[in-house]
């Protein structure tokens, strides 16, 4: 009884002794309640130019790529143009993405017909020289990695009115598969899904006034999601031109663009030109080109061999023997995970439901299989694998159907179930279909690693701009292939071209036999299983050159029956870094890539970073290479904007990805249950009057 | 008196006690919302002052030093009957909107492009009813400058049914409350939302007002929906 009456007595207490305490606080703050209408008349002016900041583009951006294809070598030569349109000194920030397996190795700031060379720093050291010739007024360029596939440009001072340019150059390996090149070349950026919490030591007042440059705020597991979350424009407004000179170095029987429609000339024998139909391209979707040797042609080996600084480097370029049969395969495990996000709205969410039927199609009776679907939390079709039967595919599909793409990318849980399933005897594999929109890419690749047991993950990229770096790594990470879709029309052709991989014996146990003793170091540094169609890549560093003609041999397991082959060291080429136009062949860079890559794997893997960190920066300036801790940085040598005017910075929009929804949001609750309390209150007090009319009665 | 009557008794005061217990605790929460509402807003009011003074610092201008929010702009408005001076509070939550309407966070601030703001129906925003095609309403950046925006469209949607579109490209204010605005329980799926344009956008577009409503039998459904 007396818990009762002290409880009502709180009740009724705590809303007035909270109304008493606001009393107070309003009398204390009463003193400086004063209206005014406007007190920064004076001032006002001064704001009008951040007031405006929406509605007026400061940074007009254009790009230009150069694309010089030869063999297995893409060099490529990328200009930006950043062209101040207000009449205040600005800075220009670009966030942009490159191919994740670029090798960027030169920078260059363009000021009028000066050109002002880049060199490369420890990305602290670079950003110092930044920060310092912005203060000072000079003219300045830094390039930054943020991830293997995402960068930013920023330009220091640009006068009104006027533009700087910015050459980047890199080198990438084609890419080769069932006997096809291809090569991709990213033009803008998904928006990224940052899981975590926010972190609170971030400050809150930069992000709401714009001064960051991104639109998501750090989070617990992407402690730099501002840097890799640039905006959009309204209107699609950055454009790009390509010139493409292509030699396979053999005929080809097509060239082709997925994603652009081209057209190519023969310019002698092996060399082509290719352009695209329209001379200038919106940078909203990645540009894919394609071309292959006719069928007889298929190269089947290629050695290239450089030397530098008397050491010599050699890549490798195999394709070991091929069994494209299914006959070899016993029963399997099929586990889909479909990325179900809202980054997935529009074309991807189609285009993912049409590959996950056709691949629920591919099975056979004796495989078994399940399915996983996730946003902001996953969903299992069954708890665990089930057989293959009609009945099971025909309500899969049904699943399937009812797939909507909205929410968060919480991609961990939802790996983790795939990995964790229980396992049959079967071969488990899984094929994980996303646009990789995530900025927690490390932590998902460690996962994989550390989980992945026997199985086996495959990843299929979907969408105008999906995030290849993931779907590299994690396939890697999980000793599979990635795929990438980018189109309705190309479902089919890619998926059926998946399944025949995941149905094909893979060539195991490869073992590269370098000359006797020579070698230093090699990477990859252990070789990955190969399915159907790949080849062998590998680059090797040497103390001292292999003589002519020793023999490599490569040896590996095919279908339970082992084979080996033998090639000769070709003569070296020799060349150095520091020439003006490098006319190397790149040999020498993409071993020391393959370093750097091997290195930051590592620290993936949990290897500590202050270890791995000296070797990155020692290999990256050695080879003049940008990585996660180098970066290019160019200054002009004169002053440029006078001390008495301000520096704005202005983020540079990229654009959004074609085939992508606006984002959306939920509406918020906006209502009280203050007149329900009202009315609950009344009913109550009535209750009670007529309980204590009703007792004066009976007495 | 036997102990039938006693405990009958004994009952009938426990049964007393609880429905007036139950009586303040609800009018106590009622009047708790209001005037959490009321007041909260007038010590919005002084941080408010100490923004326009200090925009570059505007998120420690705290109403009360444990707050979770901080005001971004002023809205007024008024007709013949009455007149609203409230203040807009950074983020859309449970939290903040018992103090103020609030910016959904994500989208710009008022005149800077596409902006929402929510409050509740029965307490700030309860005056959304009343705004017409063609009205008026005035709202004060945090650097102090005044703004005019005209209601250029009411709309009633579902929001179990369709989701708010972000249209990054458009500079138009969204004023979100629930819907009906007499409606008894919180938690309904409508919502009723008036859009506005800056007034020189919308003078220049000549833009004719809209009203848009989906289907009224599930308004129907809704008023009884306990």
Redesign the interface.
């Known amino acids: 009884m007396f818990r009762l009456i002290e409880s009502v007595i709180w009740f009724i207490l705590k809303p007035t002794l909270f109304v008493l305490f606001l009393a107070v606080l309003i009398f204390h703050a009463g003193t400086t309640l004063a209206y005014q209408e406007n007190p920064h008349e004076a001032e006002s002016g001064a704001f009008f130019l951040s007031h405006n900041k929406s509605t007026v583009r400061a940074i007009n951006h254009n790009s230009h790529a150069d694309l010089d294809i030869t063999g297995m070598v893409a060099k490529v030569t990328l200009t930006q143009e950043f062209y101040n349109q207000t009449d205040a000194w600005v800075e220009g920030v670009y966030v942009f993405p490159l191919p994740e397996n670029s090798a960027v190795n030169f920078m260059a700031m363009h000021i009028g017909e000066r050109r002002i060379v880049a060199k490369i720093k420890e990305k602290q050291e670079a950003k110092k020289i930044y920060q310092k010739a912005k203060s000072e007024g000079k003219k300045a360029a830094l390039t930054v990695q943020q991830r293997p596939n995402i960068f930013t440009q920023k330009v220091a001072n640009i006068p009104p009115g006027e533009s700087i340019k910015v050459e980047i150059r890199y080198l990438q390996t084609v890419h080769y598969d069932m006997g096809k090149f291809s090569l991709r070349f990213p033009m803008t950026i998904t928006p990224r899904y940052m899981p975590g919490n926010t972190l609170k030591d971030f400050n809150a007042e930069e992000s709401f006034s714009g001064n960051v440059n991104g639109w998501a705020l750090p989070t617990s597991q992407v402690s730099d999601a501002q840097k890799i979350s640039p905006y959009y424009n309204k209107n699609n407004a950055n454009s790009i031109s390509f010139t493409i000179l292509l030699d396979g170095g053999l005929d080809l029987e097509t060239i082709a663009s997925p994603s652009h429609s081209v057209l190519s000339q023969r310019i002698n024998n092996s060399q082509y030109r290719v352009r695209t139909q329209q001379p200038s391209i919106k940078m909203d979707r990645d540009f894919e080109l394609s071309w292959s040797p006719g069928a007889s042609q298929s190269p089947k080996a290629a050695i290239f061999h450089e030397k530098l600084n008397q050491h010599s480097f050699i890549q490798l370029m195999m394709l070991p023997p091929q069994v494209a049969s299914s006959d070899y395969l016993e029963a399997r495990e099929l586990i889909l995970i479909v990325d179900t996000s809202g980054s997935m709205q529009g074309n991807s969410i189609v285009q993912a439901r049409e590959s996950v039927k056709l691949a629920l199609q591919q099975l056979r009776a004796n495989d078994s299989f399940n399915l996983i679907e996730f946003d902001s939390n996953h969903r299992l079709f069954r708890s665990n694998a089930v057989s293959a039967s009609p009945e099971n595919i025909r309500s899969a599909i049904a699943f399937v159907e009812s797939l909507k793409a909205d929410g968060g990318t919480n991609m961990a849980p939802a790996i983790e179930a795939a990995l964790n399933m229980p396992g049959t005897e079967k071969l488990k594999q899984i094929v994980f279909i996303t646009d990789g929109s995530v900025g927690n890419e490390n932590q998902l690749f460690k996962l994989i690693h550390q989980k992945l047991g026997n199985a086996r993950f495959f990843t299929v990229g979907i969408g105008s701009a999906p995030n290849s770096f993931f779907m590299r790594k994690a396939a890697q990470f999980g000793r599979g292939t990635f795929t990438h879709i980018g189109s309705a029309q190309q479902v089919s052709e890619r998926m059926l071209a998946l399944f025949q991989k995941l149905e094909s014996p893979v060539i195991t146990n490869l073992k590269v036999q370098w000359p006797d003793g020579l070698y230093e170091e090699v990477y990859p540094s252990r070789v990955p299983d190969l399915y159907l169609g790949e080849p062998l890549l590998v680059s090797a560093k040497f103390a001292n050159s292999p003589t002519h003609d020793e023999q490599i041999v490569i040896s590996g397991n095919l279908a339970g029956s082992p084979w080996t082959r033998k090639i000769s060291v070709p003569q070296p080429k020799q060349t150095s870094i520091v020439e003006e136009k490098p006319k190397s062949s790149g040999i020498a860079t993409f071993w020391a890539r393959g370093k750097i890559e091997h290195l930051m794997d590592l620290k993936t893997m949990g290897e500590d970073e202050n270890k791995i960190k000296p070797q990155i920066i020692a290999t990256a300036v050695e080879h003049q290479l940008m990585s996660a801790y180098t970066s290019f940085v160019a200054v002009e040598e004169e002053l440029s904007r006078p001390a008495s005017e301000a520096l704005k910075s202005s983020a540079v929009s990229l654009n959004k990805p074609h085939g992508q929804t606006l984002p959306t949001q939920a509406y918020p609750a906006t209502a009280t249950p203050a007149m329900l309390n009202i009315i609950l209150g009344a009913t109550s007090f009535i209750l009670f009057i007529l309980l204590r009319l009703r007792g004066r009665n009976e007495r | 008196m036997n102990a039938n009557l006693r405990f009958l008794f004994c009952s009938?005061t426990?049964?007393?006690?609880?429905?007036?217990?139950?009586?303040?605790?609800?009018?106590?929460?009622?009047?708790?919302?209001?005037?959490?509402?009321q007041?909260?807003q007038?010590?919005i009011?002084?941080s408010w002052?100490d923004t326009?003074?200090n925009?570059?610092?505007?998120?420690?201008h705290k109403p009360?030093s444990w707050a979770d929010t901080w005001p971004?702009a002023r809205l007024r408005w008024h007709n013949n009957k009455q007149y609203k001076d409230i203040f807009i509070l950074?983020g859309?939550?449970?939290t903040s909107?018992?103090f103020g309407p609030?910016l959904?966070s994500?989208?710009?601030l008022p005149?800077?492009?596409f902006s929402?703001i929510?409050?509740?129906?029965?307490?700030h925003?309860s005056f959304l009813q009343y705004l017409a095609g063609g009205d008026e309403f005035t709202i004060q950046?945090r650097?102090?400058?005044?703004a005019k925006f005209r209601v250029v469209a009411t709309e009633i949607?579902d929001?179990s049914r369709q989701?708010?579109?972000?249209?990054?490209?458009k500079?138009v204010i969204k004023l979100?409350?629930?819907y009906p605005f007499?409606?008894?329980?919180?938690?309904?799926s409508l919502?009723y939302v008036v859009e506005a344009a800056p007034l020189h956008q919308a003078l220049a577009n000549n833009l004719e007002f809209k009203h848009s409503q989906f289907m009224h039998s599930q308004l129907n459904d809704y008023q009884f929906k306990f």
């Not at chain 2, 925009?55 to 420690?60: I, Y």
């Not at chain 2, 989701?163 to 490209?169: G, H, M, P, R, V």
Request: glycine share 14%.
């Open positions: 009938q426990l049964l007393i006690v609880c429905l007036l217990g139950l009586t303040g605790y609800f009018w106590g929460s009622a009047f708790y919302i209001y005037s959490k509402a007041l909260a007038v010590l009011a002084k002052q326009l003074q925009p570059e610092q505007f998120s420690k009360w971004v950074a859309a939550n449970g909107l018992a609030g959904l994500g989208t710009a005149g800077d492009g929402v929510a409050g509740h129906r029965d307490t925003f950046s650097n102090g400058e005044w949607v929001s989701k708010l579109l972000i249209e990054e490209n500079n979100v409350t629930c007499d409606a008894v329980t919180p938690g309904g919502r």
